[in-house]
């Protein structure tokens, strides 16, 4: 998350409102004939269209007058310590995997249990990705991502020493419902890298003879390589970098650097199997956090400066060639960087675009997933009108076409994924990423598959093996109908190419395109899925983790200034010690004088 550092565009009236009413009244309370619901998210992390279409929704369906009042927060830290200081409640927030583990392992969050037990969330549990989250009878051997991260929920025990005994029975699944989830990568500018180092790269004699464009090229396969996140200490790069300012996502950056043998298949130290890599990439002793810091510091020396959210400007306005980014930042930058508008619509001539290239490097990655959860309240209010319609909140966000609405406005992926009967999301993702349609030699494009993402079945339950699909602009027509009627839907057929009882869904694009370079950042390759590492929660080692990068962050003087310091401070000192010898001995001569002419 993130991931979750973007500006405010909150509606000003329910923004004033939203700051002030919490602090007047608790959440779900009614000061009038309304129903308001508290929702607490991230910064320009929604379409906020989207809350009045709810509203009206309700108005319409139940007669009910229901009224979100919707704030954000800059980063999961001050929303942890907005809601510890109990000033301010709420119904539902979203946050990222680790602060969801955190606030269930002190005890300030509720499972939705009862929710999905009562299908109140049935969109969510019918169109969730397989790969993200499962529900019913498959749940406990799942490994969907969400289902693999267990939770720890004090049980009120404490065991013969007096340590808190924790209940380690749920996973994330039951404490969260999925919104976004990314990767955390490399997003660069193979171009500008060269057009401002490439003379140090023609220095290493590999490089010496390549031209501009090939030199390009070897940039882009070095970023994908085992070698991604060492660019960022390769001298070649010096000062063409940002990092981000979190201690977090750096830190996993300084795993990877620090153990980077051990994520290497190509090594002989390589961890074989996916769980021991996820603990490495959790490690966090005190050895760990010391050699991470080392590696951060030496980083630190080789970057043009740390960023929070200005990277995924600098890096379209240039002031920057690569950038560190969560993986929906890096598609609102490569679309920036490609059309000239607000809107997407008019392309940049192509001397003005801005080629970014976002990438997984084949060593691994971060895979966070952001998503909304219930902050516990008093036993009454699971049976009030404000539990109700959050639920009800949260299952309209799970609808297959809300859910494209959020994808298209943050450049995120939602958690959604094309099951069951709908094909939203697989319909959106061809008409803007595939381009086999649209060229005379469709087997000269490059093949993307991201089969692991969707999941199509019969209405026995059972995996289709083939499956036509036609993709159409969802935001300008209606429907699939009313698309077909004007003839501009385009047709894709769906197999199980490999025979293993799933179909086989494989995007056909150019890699280097636009749409290709957007599709890698919206969706990691199937190749790369064993190789993304979830970050879990510190727990008593966070404190020191905060201590190392206030190490980092603290800027030392560079060795040259130092060095002029200590002979700026002793030629000072030498001046003051000779200027009070002269002073002393000019005010012993005087004396003498002064005693000469007395007796004289």
Known sequence: MKKMFLSTKAFLCLGLFGILAPSIVSCGSETDSATYIYVLNAEDYIDEELLTEFENLVKEEDGKDVKVIY?????????YNTLKTGKQTYDVLCCSDYMVQRLARENMLSSFDDAFNAGMLDNYKNYVSPFLAQYGANQSESDAKLNSISVEIPTGETDSDGNIIYDTSKSLADYAVGY?????????????????NGDLFRKLPEYASLSDEELEKVIVESFKSVEGYS?????????????????????????????KDLFNPESPTYLPTYNERNEQFNKCDDDTIKGVQEELIKLKENIFGFEVDSGKDDIVTQKIAVNIAWSGDAVNSIGRGYYADDDWEEVRDEDSQVVLYYT???????????????????????????????????????????????????????????????????????????????????????????????????????????????????????SFEDALADDTCDEYVFTDEDGDGKLDIK???????????????????????????????????????????????????????????????????????????????????RKKLREELENN
Request: with cysteine; hydrophobic share 35%.
């Open 71 to 79: 704030e954000t927060y800059d980063t999961n830290e001050t929303m």
């Open 180 to 196: 976004m989830w990314g990767t955390l990568g490399m997003l660069y500018n193979p171009s500008l890298i060269v057009e401002r």
């Open 231 to 259: 660019n960022l200490w390769a001298p070649e790069y010096n000062k063409t970098q940002s990092i981000k300012d979190s201690m977090r996502d750096t830190y996993a950056i300084g795993i990877f650097e620090l153990y």
């Open 360 to 478: 997984v490097p084949k060593i691994g990655a971060n895979v966070w997933f952001d998503a909304w959860c219930l902050p516990k309240h008093e036993d009454s209010y699971y049976t009030s009108d404000e539990y109700k319609y959050t639920i009800k909140f949260l299952d309209f966000l799970n609808d297959p076409y809300n859910a494209v609405a959020n994808m298209s406005y943050n450049g995120y992926t939602s958690f959604i994924g094309s099951t069951s009967n709908d094909q939203n999301i697989l319909t959106y993702t061809l008409y803007c990423y595939d381009l086999s349609t649209s060229v005379d030699d469709p087997d000269s494009l490059d093949t993307y598959d991201i089969s692991y993402y969707f999941d199509f079945v019969d209405e026995n339950g059972d995996p289709l093996t083939e499956l036509t699909v036609y993709s159409y602009d969802q935001f300008e027509y209606d």
């Open 507 to 589: 995007i056909r694009t150019d890699l280097s395109s636009y749409e290709g370079r957007s599709l890698v950042a919206q969706y990691p390759e199937t190749s790369n899925i064993p190789n993304l590492y979830v970050m879990r929660d510190f727990k008593n080692q966070n404190d020191k983790i905060v201590t190392m990068w206030e190490n980092v962050k603290v800027n030392p003087l560079p060795v040259w200034v130092v060095v002029l310091l200590i002979v700026f401070l002793v030629g000072l000192f030498g001046y003051l010690g000779s200027y009070k010898l002269i002073r002393k001995y000019k005010v012993k001569k």
